[in-house]
């Protein structure tokens, strides 16, 4: 079925960590070219191995505390009174643990790993 297995399958936190990762531009060649075998996977609909997300994963946090990683994620910001900002941008297949605020101008981010713009979601 693709990312959903049982609980202890984590497969979308490690998305989220991969998306994340490819998101910052300055994610070096090697680790994309590692990450690409595992993507067409997940596009494809099928499941990595638990190893593939292992080296995977490893690979990106390494590559991260190796150079100065731009913030991806920003604090969700607030309506002026205090009060968080309701809508958040999620994967645009709802198979990644990724969450981020919208940015506060400009044209929405593309995901990592689909391509496409992610879905705007109001939480309650």
Same mark, same amino acid.
Do not use: A, I, N, Y
């Given at each position: 079925? =693709? &990312? @959903? /297995? /049982?609980a202890g399958n984590y497969a979308s936190v490690r998305l989220g960590v991969v998306c994340e990762g490819l998101a910052n531009p300055g994610m070096p060649a090697w680790v994309r070219e590692l990450a690409e075998p595992v993507l067409a996977m997940v596009r494809a609909g099928t499941d990595p191995t638990v190893r593939d997300w292992q080296d &995977?994963?490893?690979a990106v946090r390494d590559a991260e505390s190796r150079f100065q990683k731009d913030r991806i994620y920003q604090g969700l %910001?607030? +309506? /002026? /009174? =205090?009060h968080a900002q309701l809508d958040v941008l999620v994967c645009p297949r709802g198979r990644c643990a990724r969450v981020e605020a919208p940015p506060a101008s400009g044209d +929405? %981010? @593309?995901c990592s790993v689909f391509a496409e713009h992610p879905h $705007?979601? $109001? &939480?309650?």
């Open positions: 079925m =693709g &990312l @959903v /297995g /049982g &995977l994963v490893t %910001p607030t +309506d /002026g /009174g =205090g +929405d %981010p @593309v $705007r979601q $109001r &939480l309650s």
